[in-house]
Every structure is written in structure tokens, then in C-alpha cells.
């Protein structure tokens, strides 16, 4: 298992990831990544929902109030034009930095 | 839903901004809100879904991890404020004291030369010791 310490850089680029892929509230966004990752990420719900107001904040991702297919109200969150663009540049950085640690590191990561 | 925000406010008790705080303490508490409901609509307890929700949901340090530009400006805020907090504590005392030993001294015979003031002096020391320890524990 992975700490939240080591990947907290990234954990912007993972939400904006899924936000991407479809609007989620807050405990959907955590069931996901741990789902995703098989358990490996332990990201804490009050990191995962305070770098979310952050996300918010600045503009990356809004929210809106929608009904869950089965149950109450949730709030969701959707990914901005914004958020979209910065998550673009992001990921254009993690494809620099892979490709500098796969130099360095060669064969070893394999 | 007054119990969940009760936790979240204590947990952010002493960071932020007071608008900061609310934003944070919205939607802190509405993403916490849903994950009981989502846990009751599964068949959980409600009772047990608020007790799992709030120990599977992490501590102020957590939060602070969400910050990391900001985590050491709020350190320095919160220390700032102890500190404070702790010299106000000591000059407290020392009017406390100064008061007490004043009238002690000063109807002295009237107490009969028993100088009481000592075990008021030893008593309110636990003032400005709390504040040093809560202080210190912020440095740490």
C-alpha cells in the first residue's frame, strides 16, 4: 500500500482524471480510487474532500446538487473547461517525468 | 448532521480563515453526510454508519496534507496564537498573584500572619502551564 505522503502531488490529476470521466460526488470519488487502485492508494477521506474544496476554489471543478439512482440528494462535482486544460498541462508534466525516471532508471522499473 | 458537523468544526478548530473554515466545513461535512447515507442505504445502522464514517475519515494533519502551501503559514498562525495565548496566561498570573499577595500583605493581621496567597499562587499555576504545554506541543 501506497502512503497518501508519497503520491500528494498527483492526487489533483486523479480526481480531475475521473472527474473527467463522468461527475461523481465526494464518496463516489474515494470508493472509486480505491477500487481503481486495488487498495494500494490509501487516501484519507479528509485529504481526498479538502484538496476537492481546493479543486473548487480554484475554479477547476464546480458543483451542483443532483439525485443519487437510488437515494437522496448528492453533490456532485464536474470538471471545468479550466480543470480540463490543467489537467491536460499535468498530464503532460507526468509524461515528461516518466520519461526522465524510465532514463535514469531503465531496466530496474521493468 | 449536527453531530458530523460538530466533528469537522473541532477537527478545523484552530486553521483557517473563518471563510476558509465554512467552505471547508461544508463540504467536509456534506461529503461525510453522504457517505452515511450511502452506508444506511446498504443496509448499515445509522448509529454505525456515523461511528465507521467518522473513524474511517482521518484527522486535522490529513486535512493540512490537502494544503501543502499553506500547511506551514498555518502552523506559524497557529503558534503565533498559542504563543499568545501563553504570555497573556503568564501576565494573569502575575496580576492574580501580585493581587492576592497585595491583600495578603496587607491584612496581614487580620489573618492572622498566615500567608495564603502561596496556595493561590500554587493553584493557578496550572494557567499559564496548560498554556506552555499546548503552546509547546504546537512547536513540536
Known sequence: MISSDIIRGHVDTIILKLL????????????EIKTRTANKFDIREATLYSVVQRLES???????????????QRRYYKITPLGKAYYRETISEWKTLRDIMTAILGDDIL | MNRIKKFVSRLLKDYFSEQDKREL??????????????LVELGTPVDAAIARSIKEFGSTADVLKAFPDKTSEIRQDLSRRRRSAFLFSV??????????????LWFKEFFGGFLWFVVIAIAALFWPAAMFYVYRNVKK
Open chain 2, 25 to 38: 466545513i461544508d463540504i467536509l461535512t456534506i461529503s461525510l453526510q453522504e457517505k452515511i447515507d450511502d
Open chain 2, 91 to 104: 501576565f494573569g498570573y502575575v496580576v492574580i498573584v501580585g493581587l492576592t499577595l497585595f491583600v495578603n
Open chain 1, 58 to 72: 480554484r475554479e477547476l471543478i464546480t458543483s451542483y446538487t443532483g439525485e443519487k439512482t437510488h437515494g437522496g
Open chain 1, 20 to 31: 473527467t470521466e463522468r461527475d461523481m460526488y465526494g464518496y463516489e470519488l474515494a470508493g
